[in-house]
């Protein structure tokens, strides 16, 4: 992997955290970044939202922390230009946020409530649209005199039987997104079925001449799988997703077997350090029972294919405290 642009923003062998709802909060994404991860860019967040009930309300989903995340990427989600001109103005004018590096545009929910506004995975049925999108993003940006690139996360297409959407990267390419990642999966895929890689290489190819990033993004969780994905479709940069939740070492280790290297095994101690970690960061920003209920989800994750683990996650799944999870997983 070379040395990627994405607008001025320099990049070096780019293997990025994937945003996920509910998984990528800010002290996941810093402990991502610790153990290899490029950057993250937040889970999606709606431009609507913003623009009508004021920034407070989401800024559970946005909160960036430059200082500790290097570079950083707000993704926001909509169906109307101008809830996202409205959304950046606001991102640009709150002392907390207006230090972002990039805002990603989210074209790839395939969530039903999502695409029945028109948004997420809908926009690649709607180009015109996706194509506004993406210019009043960029015009609120330079308009406000800031070099932020917009980036988009895609699919490769919508119905099921697509095998690819090159017209539509380009299209984005056109419109002024200077990164776009594809998933290798349809809207109708949701997240069944393996990648299809080789729609992602013909995204890939429809843009070579342009000045625009292209990641990758689909099944990723090893070295073997990700050099598979960057030699099948010529990527610039990875994004990895759920193979990353609950296990952040993901990224040491794809970086290490890319390089002929092994990668260290993890032990449950680690693991369950890691989780408290990251249950302790989640407290910082979240009273201690809601971080707890939270994380829930991704407690499971740490400890999963372990001994003992289907015992522990229903302990886990039980409590509304730090010290409880603690208890838990240590006073075994
Ligand atoms: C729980 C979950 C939440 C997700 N949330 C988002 C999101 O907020 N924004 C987004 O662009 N993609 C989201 N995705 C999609 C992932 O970023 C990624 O594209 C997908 O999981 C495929 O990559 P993977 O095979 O490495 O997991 C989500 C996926 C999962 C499983």
């Not at 193979?243 to 070492?249: I, V």
């Not at 294919?305 to 003992?308: A, D, E, F, K, L």
């Given at each position: 992997m070379n040395l990627v642009r994405i607008g001025d923003i320099e990049l070096a062998s780019p293997i990025c955290l994937s945003p996920m709802a509910g998984v990528s909060s800010l002290p996941f994404r810093v402990i991502c970044r610790s153990l290899g991860a490029t950057y993250s860019p937040t889970e999606l967040t709606s431009a609507r939202s913003i623009r009508y009930n004021g920034i407070e309300k989401s800024m559970q989903y946005m909160r960036i922390d430059p200082a500790s995340e290097g570079i950083t990427a707000i993704q926001l989600f909509g169906s109307e230009p101008e809830d996202f001109t409205c959304a950046i103005e606001r991102i640009l004018d709150d002392d907390r946020l207006n230090g972002v590096s990039m805002i990603d545009i989210n074209m790839?929910?395939?969530v039903a409530k999502v695409i029945k506004t028109g948004a997420g995975s809908a926009l690649l049925k709607d180009p015109g649209r996706a194509s506004a999108i993406v210019k009043a993003a960029v015009a609120a940006l330079s308009g406000a005199g800031r070099q932020i690139p917009v980036t988009v996360k895609t699919r490769i297409?919508?119905?099921?039987?697509?095998?690819?959407?090159p017209d539509f990267a380009r299209m984005l390419a056109d419109s002024g997104a200077r990164m776009i990642c594809v998933h290798g999966r349809t809207q109708a895929d949701m997240?069944?079925?393996?990648?299809d890689i080789g729609a992602i290489a013909l995204m890939r190819r429809s843009v070579e001449d342009y000045d625009l990033a292209f990641f990758a993004n689909g099944d990723i969780s090893d070295g073997l799988s990700a050099r598979r994905m960057l030699d099948e479709t010529g990527a610039d940069g990875l994004m990895v997703g759920r193979?990353?939740?609950?296990?952040?070492?993901v990224f040491d280790k794809i970086r290490r077997e890319l390089d002929g290297r092994e990668a260290a095994p993890v032990t449950l101690d680690e693991r369950k350090r890691m989780l408290i970690k990251e249950l302790e960061g989640r407290c910082l920003y979240a009273r201690e029972d809601i971080a707890v209920r939270e994380m829930r989800g991704v407690m499971t994750f740490y400890i999963k294919?372990?001994?003992?683990a289907a015992q522990l996650k229903v302990a886990l799944c039980g409590a509304v405290s730090l010290s409880q999870v603690r208890e838990i997983l240590f006073d075994e």
């Open positions: 790839g929910c395939p297409g919508f119905d099921r039987n697509e095998k690819g959407s997240y069944s079925g393996n990648a193979a990353a939740t609950g296990n952040p070492w294919g372990t001994p003992g």
